[in-house]
Nanobody, 123 residues
Framework: QVQLVASGGGLVQAGGSLRLSCAPS????????MAWFRQAPGKDREFVAG????????YFADSVKGRFTISIDNAKNTVYLEMNSLKSEDTAVYSC????????????????WGQGTQVTVSS
């Protein structure tokens, strides 16, 4: 069974940092676009950041620009989300996803999803 395994979440104070990792299990995602989404309680899932397989193209939601970075290690087939200057509104379950189409901010193009990792930012 193909899975995307997300890790690195936790509890952090406002202004702090966390790094999330997303690694596939069961296959590689060569030439896939990878993205992070998040879902806070009572809210819809929203796009956070995306990256092309080569790492040459990245895209961020306005709410995280300048604070979050996304990167990919092709050798490890792992995607990272570095989150800095965290705010309470960043609290959510963060999930990674893979698509064989270009980076998209909608969920529908993404065929594979991870189980999510909880990020909680205390104020």
């Amino acid at each position: 069974q193909v899975q995307l395994v997300a890790s690195g979440g936790g509890l952090v104070q406002a202004g702090g940092s966390l790094r999330l990792s997303c690694a596939p299990s069961g296959r590689t995602f060569r030439n896939y676009s990878m993205a992070w989404f998040r879902q806070a309680p009572g809210k819809d899932r929203e796009f956070v950041a995306g990256i092309s397989w080569t790492g040459g193209t990245t895209y961020f939601a306005d709410s995280v620009k300048g604070r979050f970075t996304i990167s990919i290690d092709n050798a490890k087939n792992t995607v990272y989300l570095e989150m800095n200057s965290l705010k309470s509104e960043d609290t959510a379950v963060y999930s990674c996803a893979a698509s064989n189409e270009p980076i998209a901010t909608m969920t529908s193009p993404y065929d594979y999803w991870g189980q999510g990792t909880q990020v909680t930012v205390s104020s």
